[in-house]
């Protein structure tokens, strides 16, 4: 879908008319720092601002630098990454920091054919990182970009994800890609309608998160993060809790220590990996 410039110039008109009263001051929205940048992109994958804002503090705290979790033990960044959910992103950013201290001298790169190759950076985070840290006038598409220009360009008719993105290439402004990307993250969660959006999703068979692998996976990993136990206490444990059978349970942990996030100790002692 082409664009004219007078479509460009009054959407973007809109959206800094509205950002220019309502922006959010948000830590991560104060420095180009792509270490920073980095951490704050991989921990508001999935997970609300409100969550991110205290563990974002608490991490940088602990680990102020890219060399300081590149020397982390994965247990130790696993137990700090606690009450986030997605536990997988914790090992993503240590494997990513220890790649960059290994080969890039502790320096993020500025391309994005680099950084896509990185654990855990997608097309949306890669991206992120260059505008955010770098001032790239490139264009990014997370959920909520994405719900605005099918809203105002396609009448809320979902498209294809090479549409969406043609279409946020042309919006851009010159020079202020930075700006323009978190008016567009602004004005998506706080201003546009979502109701129909959660009409929608309602309408869906969801399966209840206390049902999911997930849910379990991550009653595992906080269970260890209070140290280490054998694999029969802690199924025992389970299904008491939880009426799951041992079955299930053995596949909870043989699948959590194939992703590297429980490590067996010997006697059928489990724990979070230490190397």
Same mark, same amino acid.
């Given at each position: 879908m082409k664009l004219s410039q007078k479509q460009i110039k009054k959407f973007q008109n809109v959206i800094f008319f509205w950002w220019d009263k309502n922006k959010r001051d948000l830590p991560w929205r104060r420095t180009h720092d792509p270490y920073h940048i980095f951490i704050s992109e991989i921990m508001l994958q999935q997970t609300q601002v409100s969550r991110v804002l205290p563990k974002y503090q608490e991490f940088l705290d602990l680990f102020p630098t890219v060399f300081a979790l590149a020397q982390a033990s994965p247990d130790r960044v696993l137990r700090v990454w606690k009450g986030m959910g997605?536990?997988?992103?914790? %090992?993503? %950013? %240590?494997?990513?920091?220890?790649?960059?201290?290994?080969?890039?001298?502790?320096?993020?790169?500025?391309?994005?054919?680099v950084l896509i190759k990185l654990p855990g950076l997608g097309i949306y985070t890669a991206r992120a990182i260059l505008v955010?840290?770098?001032?790239?006038?490139?264009? +990014?598409?997370?959920?909520?970009?994405?719900? #605005?220009?099918?809203?105002?360009f396609f009448e809320d008719i979902p498209q294809q994800g090479s549409?969406?993105?043609?279409?946020?290439?042309?919006?851009?402004?010159?020079?202020?890609?930075?700006?323009?990307?978190?008016?567009? +993250?602004?004005?998506?969660?706080?201003? %546009?309608?979502?109701?129909?959006? +959660?009409g929608q999703v309602s309408q869906?068979?969801?399966?209840?998160?206390?049902?999911?692998?997930?849910?379990?996976?991550?009653? #595992? #990993?906080?269970?260890?993060r209070q140290g280490n136990t054998s694999r029969n206490a802690l199924i025992v444990d389970f299904q008491k809790r939880y009426g799951k059978s041992r079955a299930f349970l053995s596949v909870m942990i043989h699948e959590l220590e194939r992703d590297g996030l429980l490590a067996l100790f010997g006697r059928g002692i489990i724990g979070l990996p230490q190397e």
């Open positions: 997605y536990n997988r992103r914790a %090992l993503y %950013l %240590l494997k990513t920091a220890q790649i960059i201290c290994n080969e890039y001298n502790g320096h993020f790169p500025k391309s994005y054919e955010f840290a770098y001032k790239k006038n490139i264009a +990014m598409v997370d959920t909520n970009i994405r719900q #605005i220009i099918t809203h105002f549409v969406i993105q043609s279409v946020a290439d042309q919006l851009v402004p010159k020079a202020k890609s930075w700006e323009w990307h978190q008016a567009l +993250m602004d004005y998506g969660s706080l201003e %546009l309608n979502v109701s129909r959006v +959660m869906k068979k969801i399966i209840p998160f206390r049902e999911s692998n997930r849910f379990y996976r991550g009653r #595992i #990993i906080d269970q260890l």
